[in-house]
């Protein structure tokens, strides 16, 4: 493969240098952590649909439809969504603090594991906006007679329809039918196939809790469920606890086995190849310690923020990038606050300086030392394979150290315009043969009743010479009823092509998708006075219950330490005690097999001594006499005398 000469051509223009703010995205996104059969994803403002892939990050706006036979897993926060076949489901709201779904048809299983002070957990269905008020396992039906059942095996939900409301408690099971809010009750009913398939799933969530990978991963790290089961955590002097994968290739390097895509509203957003390949390459840093590759988690109890790729990047002709290494400062390919950029970094690694963060910031990462720039770790593709959601692999360009030595290096994403396979991730040949949902699945209205922000504007060419990306404005009243978390893409000004601010107009229409409940104005302003009045005292709240939930985990880390410290402290008392019993046991069967031996020795002794009994001597029988014939006489052959008789009597 022919070398590709890199030069540095990604530097930010002093005018985008100078440009207003943008809204800071959230600080979470969605996993599409498991495909099985012909799942379909539409992207939030995409008209089209394309097949979905693994690790595929979800937010709001996007769409999943699951074929029949299919079957999908979402990870999201402290929930797990399980999809069943012939399933619309899509994403009305994702941020900080609220996780809203939409089910036009279908079945869903919901898993939460845990609600912090302001989780807002919602699904919206055609006949009522379902919320769940605890921790449990909740079960969605949406039929096509407009009818919703709702089944809570362990929890507590409350359904709504904006003018009275129902609440379900644990074993019970709810049906709802028309526009009318009348609930029939019923039992749970054994569980089907589809139950089964989701309580397996869960139990795997159950053993990472208690496993050797939550002792040392924020459980606000999408994906950490994976760690344990792929690859084995070992301490480091420098960087502490550590973990590394065990199946990887040969010339296996972070971020190189996988493809790039254009996300909203975060921008390019690596998608890893394989099962596991989430957490480790949104969250964390990597370092490569004796020859091996190891992934670095963030601070165990700070709340981790999600960021499309730990990358540092080299631009030229082709595109080339390697993984941040621990302290290295992640620089956002947009222009977000200060304390959005400090949160993504203190979070997700170890930041001793927090002044040195804004100090890269500000410079745009300019003239930093990247300890991960070689060339073992730097991968390097084309233009046309970057943009097109092509599998890197084995398509990636070599270069060599005297290549990488000539070039500059920066944190900041290159002002690469995203195309249409970007923006679906992934290419032509997959998106062949895709699965489209019915159109009265995709139009289907639901009830709502926290106001989403509305839905992820369409892509929009824009040739302005400030890189030719998309742009964010957030609709001031959506941002205040989504804790100022939401962000959209609407159609900047085509006329100057100028970044222009929109914060101050509201949305000018609803999502096509949500029919809210019929509320008034005075309803709908007390609404917001009320959130706007609570919204600090919810932040501080929130703060206190993080630092009281930190120093108990802290106090429950060290009786955890406390204890393996005192095992091992007795380890060789156990060891001596165990030994000395096997030697005792071993004693004691010697013992006794050398006193089987002796009695059987005394009984062969006395068998030997004891006297024979004496034969009594009987005549014995005469013996039958034998009817043998008489031997004839030989007859004397001798000279006899004359007066001899011949005959004798």
């Given at each position: 493969m022919a070398t590709l000469s890199l030069c540095f051509v990604c530097g930010l223009a002093r005018g985008q240098e100078n440009a207003p703010l943008d809204a800071d995205p959230p600080d979470r996104a969605a996993r599409l952590s498991l495909v099985q059969g012909e799942v379909s994803l539409q992207p939030a403002g995409e008209d089209e649909w394309a097949s979905a892939i693994v690790n595929r990050p979800l937010t709001t706006g996007d769409k999943l439809w699951t074929d029949q036979g299919a079957r999908a897993e979402i990870q999201v926060g402290q929930a797990s969504v399980h999809l069943d076949s012939d399933t619309g489901f899509s994403f009305l709201n994702v941020d900080d603090d609220t996780i809203q779904m939409r089910v036009?048809?279908?079945?869903?299983?919901?898993?939460?594991?845990?609600l912090d002070g302001n989780d807002q957990i919602e699904v919206?269905?055609?006949?009522?906006?379902?919320?769940?008020?605890?921790?449990?396992?909740?079960?969605?039906?949406?039929?096509?007679?407009?009818?919703?059942?709702?089944?809570?095996?362990?929890?507590?939900?409350?359904?709504?329809?904006?003018?009275?409301?129902?609440?379900?408690?644990?074993?019970?099971?709810?049906?709802?039918?028309?526009?009318?809010?009348?609930?029939?009750?019923?039992?749970?009913?054994?569980?089907?196939?589809?139950?089964?398939?989701?309580?397996?799933?869960?139990?795997?969530?159950?053993?990472?809790?208690?496993?050797?990978?939550?002792?040392?991963?924020?459980?606000?790290?999408?994906?950490?469920?994976?760690?344990?089961?792929?690859?084995t955590w070992s301490s480091d002097a420098e960087y502490g606890n550590v973990w590394t994968p065990t199946r990887v290739a040969v010339d296996w390097s972070p971020y190189r086995y996988g493809r790039w895509a254009w996300v909203s509203p975060w921008g390019w957003t690596w998608i890893d190849d394989a099962p596991w390949g989430y957490a480790p390459f949104h969250y964390g840093r990597w370092a490569h310690v004796r020859n091996r590759w190891c992934w670095v988690p963030g601070p165990r109890h700070v709340r981790a923020v999600y960021a499309p790729a730990l990358v540092g990047w080299v631009g030229g002709g082709g595109v080339a990038w390697?993984?941040?290494?621990?302290?290295?400062?992640?620089?956002?390919?947009?222009?977000?606050?200060?304390?959005?950029?400090?949160?993504?970094?203190?979070?997700?690694?170890?930041?001793?300086?927090?002044?040195?963060?804004?100090?890269?910031?500000?410079?745009?990462?300019?003239?930093v030392t990247y300890r991960n720039r070689v060339a073992g770790a730097v991968t390097a593709v084309t233009r046309n394979t970057f943009t097109s959601a092509q599998r890197i692999g084995d398509r990636r360009v070599r270069i060599n150290e005297q290549e990488i030595a000539r070039t500059n290096v920066t944190a900041v994403a290159p002002q690469i315009q995203p195309v249409r396979q970007s923006r679906l991730g992934v290419s032509e040949a997959v998106r062949r043969n895709v699965r489209v949902p019915p159109q009265t699945v995709v139009n289907r209205q639901v009830i709502v009743k926290r106001n989403p922000p509305p839905s992820a504007a369409h892509f929009v060419r824009n040739k302005a010479a400030s890189g030719n990306r998309p742009n964010t404005s957030v609709d001031a009243s959506a941002r205040a009823d989504a804790n100022r978390r939401a962000v959209q893409e609407v159609e900047r000004n085509r006329v100057n092509n100028e970044r222009t601010e929109r914060n101050d107009r509201p949305s000018?229409?609803?999502?096509?998708?949500?029919?809210?409940?019929?509320?008034?104005?005075?309803?709908?302003?007390?609404?917001?006075?009320?959130?706007?009045?609570?919204?600090?005292?919810?932040?501080?709240?929130?703060?206190?219950?993080?630092?009281?939930?930190?120093?108990?985990?802290?106090?429950?880390?060290?009786?955890?330490q406390n204890e393996r410290q005192q095992q091992e402290r007795d380890r060789p008392v156990r060891q001596q005690r165990d030994m000395e019993q096997q030697q005792r046991a071993a004693q004691q069967a010697q013992q006794a097999q050398q006193a089987q031996q002796a009695q059987q020795?005394?009984?062969?002794?006395?068998?030997?001594?004891?006297?024979?009994?004496?034969?009594?001597?009987?005549p014995e029988p005469p013996k039958p006499a034998e009817n043998k014939p008489r031997p004839m006489k030989q007859q004397d052959h001798r000279e006899r005398r004359p007066d001899q008789n011949v005959h004798q009597n």
């Open positions: 036009t048809a279908g079945v869903i299983n919901v898993h939460v594991r845990a919206d269905t055609p006949n009522l906006a379902l919320s769940l008020l605890r921790p449990g396992n909740y079960r969605v039906e949406v039929n096509e007679d407009d009818s919703t059942v709702v089944k809570v095996s362990e929890g507590e939900a409350e359904a709504s329809d904006g003018s009275q409301s129902v609440v379900v408690r644990s074993q019970q099971a709810a049906t709802f039918r028309g526009e009318q809010l009348a609930a029939q009750f019923g039992s749970l009913g054994a569980p089907d196939e589809f139950d089964s398939w989701s309580l397996e799933r869960e139990r795997r969530d159950a053993y990472t809790a208690s496993s050797q990978t939550a002792q040392y991963v924020s459980p606000d790290v999408t994906g950490y469920q994976d760690l344990d089961a792929n690859g390697f993984p941040l290494g621990p302290r290295e400062v992640y620089v956002p390919v947009r222009r977000y606050s200060p304390r959005y950029v400090e949160r993504v970094n203190v979070s997700n690694t170890v930041i001793v300086n927090r002044t040195h963060i804004t100090n890269v910031y500000d410079n745009r990462a300019r003239n000018p229409a609803r999502p096509s998708a949500v029919r809210p409940p019929p509320r008034t104005d005075q309803s709908q302003v007390a609404e917001i006075t009320r959130r706007a009045q609570q919204s600090q005292q919810q932040e501080d709240r929130l703060q206190q219950q993080r630092q009281q939930q930190e120093r108990l985990q802290a106090e429950l880390q060290q009786r955890q020795a005394q009984q062969r002794q006395r068998a030997a001594e004891r006297p024979q009994p004496e034969r009594q001597n009987r």
